[in-house]
């Protein structure tokens, strides 16, 4: 008994001890390929360990929170850019500006934050469904899409919710209401809402994020991806330097180096638009797509409100 | 015989109790304490104890707060009582009848216990959906009844209804037909015997199995937020998520809105206990006799088709599903032969997806959490069943709460206990995956041992001291091997459910560390379902086929789940 607790022990500290070696750690929403691929090219170029954790914004955040009395993030990139507002707000982020960040525009960088990558909205429509094309955000509220338009949950994906208020403080709540009458549904997160599409159940997403569709039709799902022409939101997706990092130096090497060349390429490769403006991408770039902006100040602080219109709308 | 029984027992309390406390107090009691204090105290994340019952107030006065419990409440009992609708008739004509293929019929039912829910849901939504496979097949769909109330529960029914038929078919094999034929001979009819003897018997095994179920209902989440989310249908659970998951988060509400679903299943637990006071039930006082099922003569087809319906629902669809999605090229290829191939698999395989290493992790940790569990879990009951001492019932209490508590409340407390400066800290490693899943699931060992340990005579022990065995040695000898067939059914099922554990993985998991749920949820969450769904395949695979191994090594011990 006594030799088993003694074997125990010594695994545990190993075990440990093995834990505490890790150069840097980056807490990533996002694609899991591109920040495996980002971390283990860092780490070639580098020489500097980057150990990752990925998931959801919300599941990435719920877990800051719960270690914010011994927090162990250096670099975070979120999926949403509120998140580097809010952050900077409560003095939690490093000022760094990368040299690589130069042909980065200034909408997606500011003193504390740099986009890594950008993703726009679209519709993401089945060209085997039976249904014309859609061209227009008010076309899938016509009698052709009669039950079968789905929605990500504004309350699961920043963008959709942006996509919400930039068209509530257009028109109102009229093209939501529409689609509800034209038997459309919420289906949870971006993936989520992108599956009864490819299986047909629906036939199209309204306001999807671009990138999954793109590599689902790239994959050979018959997906077509759809930027109308009135505009559309996009979500650059902020990488922040949090202020209790004791690895700053090597935490903005990594900024660096996912704002390199090779960076950059690993990023278009996964059909999100590069955050650098002289880097080519297999897909329509920021300049091609007519971007909705959002007054981020004057919508942010109603976000409750108009979420529990929204769910209201939807009949939750 | 009284005060050679109190001498056998405090000699031998000792070390069971220790353990067994020591285990409670680190696996089970610290994470509830933090989440309790984290209801109470919202900045303790920070580290600071600012505003006591500040959150309170504004949680518990949300007007969705009683629409959220009653849901919760109307979807525990309806699943209840579907679930016992399938497995009552289903467990009763398995036990007192020679059923045939009834082996087969047990190992099918084992499988929705092992397909974790979230998959199963995925399975049917793609399945019943328009365009979905059933209407790929036959040009019909249940869409609309799916996306309901009646869809939500049919679905969970069918996940959980095993619960309650290894519970009930258990019991009445162990009951026999001995009490019942005492009954016929007394002039009694079939029907009347049994409903006067055979079922009251087995009451308290329906009765703590309806309870489990119950509590496996209002604490799953991804059913409800699959089916629930789109028919407006909303649940605690699904309430907990949002305010953990959506920034800013709100772990304080998060805790409270725990603690209610805490509180609705002692509530359901002491109902058990109300239902079950000042009975007797005990059946095994005498020596086992053969037990012979009876024919189902004429029975026996409409018999038969029962089952067949039953496992082609509950385990053929979902099966089906998953490796048809695993087998298809593209899902908007639909099932056609040029669609299908090994292309998901192959990828799996592949060294860069980091499948394997995920499936390694997850089997290393299953099986750690099933020892340590089960080790516990026989100390723990042991303490409970065979010795006295104060504050007992608190004990007890305790190792049965984690069954009420959602992964997601586990994880949060696990996070804020854990992850501090302190010298050896299982935070950040695989350990607090190994606390995450033996807090969860401690309660399945100590439920089975407690069981077995109240059919073992105190007599037994006291032979063995009396002869001169210490009191290790007489646990070791005489109480481990006699408990050991239910104890190994219930770390099977350990194995089972924590090699697949998702919600706790994915906040607790240490960066850089992947387990199979937490690799099947990312490649859903980025559109990869077909990758994801060959995740499952194989892990359905293993996971089935190591408790079918360990069973048919250790055969005529008992069967896999009770």
Redesign the interface.
Known sequence: MRRTIAVAALA??L??S??AR?DI?V?SAG???LI?ALASGFTKSTGIKA?????????V???I??????P?VDVLISA?W??AT?FDKRGWLVAYESPNAKTVPDAYKTRTAVAQGISALAIAW?P?SGTPKPAEWTDLAKADYKDLVVLP?P??SGASFELVAAEQARNGWKLFEDLKANGA????????A???V????KAAVFGGVDY?AF??AK?????EVIFPASGTIVAPRPMMILNWSKQQDDARKFIDYVLSDEGQAAVAKVFLIPARTDIAAGRPLIKDIKVITIDAAAVYPKRDETLARFAKT??? | MRSGQQTADQQTAGPAVWFGMAGLLILVAVPIAFVILQAVFPELGRGSFARPFGQVAAVLGDPALLRLTRNTLLLGVCVVALAAIIAVPLGFLRALYAVPLAPLWDVLFLVPFMVPPYIATLGWIMTLQPRGYLAQLTSLHAGPFLFSFAGLVFVMALNLFPAIYFAVSRTAVAIGSRYADVGRVCGAGPWTAFRRITLPLATPALVASALLVFALTIEEYGTPAALGRQSGYLVLVTAIETRTADWPVDLPGAAILSLILVLLSVGAFALQLKILAGRSFETTGGKPQAFVPAPLGAMALPVLIGFTLIALLATGVPLFAILATALSRTISGGLSPGNLGFENFEALLSLESGGLRALGNSLALGLATALLTGFIGAMVAYAVVKTRFRGKAVFDALSMLPNALPGVVVAVGLILAWNRPLPLSPYNTPFILLLAYSCILLPYPIRYANAALRQINDNLEAAARVSGASSLTSLRRIVLPLIWPSLLSAMLLVFAVASRELVASVLVAPVGMMTVATFIWRQFEQGSIGLGMAMSTIALIVTLSVPLAITALTRGMGGIAR
Do not use: C
């Open positions: 545990a500290s075990a440990f093995g834990a890790a750690t807490y694609p899991a390929n495996e150990n990752v954790f990925q998931g959801t914004t919300g599941q955040m719920g877990r929170e719960a270690e914010a009395s011994n162990v949403s509120d998140t809010d089945n085997k949950d309350t699961q549904v919420i289906g949870g997160a971006n993936a989520a992108l599956n009864p490819l299986q047909g159940a999954l590599a689902a994959k050979g799902e018959s997906l939807f009949g939750h």
